[in-house]
Antibody, heavy 121, light 108 residues
Framework: QVQLVESGGGLVKPGGSLRLSCAAS????????MSWIRQAPGKGLEWISY????????YYSDSVKGRFTISRDNAKNSLFLQMNSLRVEDTAVYYC??????????????WGQGILVTVSS | DIQMTQSPSSLSASVGDRVTITCRAS??????LNWYQQKPGKAPNLLIY???GLKSGVPSRFSGSGSGTDFTLTISSLQPEDFATYYC??????????FGQGTRLEIK
């Protein structure tokens, strides 16, 4: 079945770096755009980045632009999020998700189980 | 960014009730509106796409409607497994996708 599994989360100090990975299975990974979405503790959902199927088109939310980098390895069915200059407010559960489209409408299905990133001194 | 406002923020209801959750966009988003269900400690799950499209496998008691700025998610007869938090999401601007703040549906 279609599955996404995140890894690489943990505790990091403010100003530090972390790299998240998302392993995809059960579908042709190279055919799909992918996104990262996060959820701060007790808060709502925030889309932060997406990458096109080829990796040539990238978008970021203003909250992470210039600090986070999304990438993918289609040969290894993997999605990545390099997070630099981390701030306390980046503390959240991070989800990877597959993007589905109709016209220009984009929705996310499925989502990974999520991985916790805690930024604290 | 397009702002998405859900109402109510929380709702108490009983098994068997008909429930409606509203999502309002700060500008016209046509039908670029999707709904998700999230249970505590779990990832969100897609329910409705493009305002009214029911995802395969989602029970038919869930339905979505609306276009432009006003949208609704309706659960026709609440079941125990439906108590969760619901989020709307717009993609009219694909470079700036936004979610509503969520509606928490609790057991009365």
């Amino acid at each position: 079945q279609v599955q996404l599994v995140e890894s690489g989360g943990g505790l990091v100090k403010p100003g530090g770096s972390l790299r998240l990975s998302c392993a995809a299975s059960g579908f042709t990974f190279s055919d799909y755009y992918m996104s990262w979405i996060r959820q701060a503790p007790g808060k709502g959902l925030e889309w932060i980045s997406y990458i096109s199927s080829s990796g040539n088109t990238l978008y970021y939310s203003d909250s992470v632009k210039g600090r986070f980098t999304i990438s993918r390895d289609n040969a290894k069915n993997s999605l990545f999020l390099q997070m630099n200059s981390l701030r306390v407010e980046d503390t959240a559960v991070y989800y990877c998700a597959r993007d589905l489209y109709s016209d220009s409408n984009v929705w996310f299905d499925p989502w990974g189980q999520g991985i916790l990133v805690t930024v604290s001194s | 960014d397009i702002q998405m406002t859900q109402s109510p923020s929380s709702l108490s209801a009983s098994v068997g009730d008909r429930v409606t959750i509203t999502c309002r966009a700060s500008q016209n988003i046509r039908t670029y509106l999707n709904w998700y269900q999230q249970k505590p400690g779990k990832a969100p799950n897609l329910l409705i796409y493009a305002a009214s499209g029911l995802k395969s496998g989602v029970p038919s008691r869930f339905s979505g409607s609306g276009s432009g700025t006003d949208f609704t998610l309706t659960i026709s007869s609440l079941q125990p497994e439906d108590f969760a938090t619901y989020y709307c999401q717009q993609s009219y601007t694909t470079s700036s996708i936004t979610f509503g703040q969520g509606t928490r549906l609790e057991i009365k």
